[in-house]
């Protein structure tokens, strides 16, 4: 996978956003945004919406949906508009298993790669043990970037995992290779315990490129889910 960094002129962020209070008009949040791409899909655009306790994703306009992560109840909302419908995931204890034994890790310094916000960027490689060239994903991240921020994606990342180790009985055993067990199943989000992705690529060939960041006040309400909408519960 060939070396790519993002435009110049990524903002500097100091400090955290506080807990968002029901009284309060705006909060202050940070803006991701980002260029994605899936296996067969053309690129599109997203946003995450970051508090030290709620992230929200959602496309530059959220007319299908979006996706609402309470760091607090670790849990995860995804919000259908299209039927009304919201599908919710709660944390769950999984067995974890020794990944090292499925897959190498490697952690680098690009040293030709400009600084992002004064920091500089590293790749976190993962690849499949006795198969050579088998990439599981492939991340360039500023080191210790905006770790307040970090830290929640990290917590969202784990939400996922519980919930995709607690269902991989459901995949037939021939596409439970290494990669599909270190990236797809058990990825809790590691690498951002290391620095701010900027360019992330995985197995299952998406892409996601971080485009700009920046400080914002929201509405306290963006992060409330949809009166009158039915929840269902992913099962364990």
């Not at 053309?42 to 959602?58: C, G, V």
């Not at 037939?172 to 199943?185: K, L």
């Not at 006040?217 to 039915?230: A, D, L, M, R, T």
Request: with cysteine; glycine share 4%.
């Amino acid at each position: 996978m060939r070396t790519i960094f993002p435009a110049a002129g990524l903002l500097v962020l100091l400090f955290a956003a506080p807990l968002v209070q029901a009284d309060e008009k705006t909060v202050t949040a940070y803006q991701l945004s980002y260029e994605e791409q899936e296996a067969g899909t053309e690129a599109f655009k997203t946003q995450y919406i970051i508090t030290d306790r709620f992230l929200r994703i959602n496309g530059l306009s959220d007319d299908d949906g979006f996706i609402l992560y309470d760091d607090k109840t670790r849990t995860i909302y995804s919000v259908s508009h299209f039927d009304g419908r919201t599908l919710v995931m709660k944390n769950s204890d999984y067995k974890k298993i020794d990944i090292n034994k499925l897959v190498n890790t490697t952690y680098q310094s690009l040293a030709d790669a400009p600084a992002i916000s004064g920091r500089p960027v590293y790749r976190y490689r993962v690849s499949a043990r006795g198969q050579e060239g088998a990439v599981c994903a492939d991340i360039q991240l500023a080191e210790a970037l905006l770790p307040e921020v970090t830290r929640v994606l990290q917590h969202y990342k784990e939400v996922m995992a519980a919930n995709q180790v607690t269902n991989l009985h459901k995949t037939p055993d021939e596409f439970r290779t290494p990669c599909y067990i270190a990236d797809q199943v058990y990825d809790a989000g590691e690498y951002y315990s290391k620095g701010l992705p900027i360019l992330e690529w995985h197995s299952n060939n998406s892409l996601k490129t971080l485009l700009n960041f920046e400080k914002v006040e929201v509405s306290p309400k963006i992060f409330v889910n949809p009166e009158g909408y039915k929840e269902f519960n992913l099962p364990p």
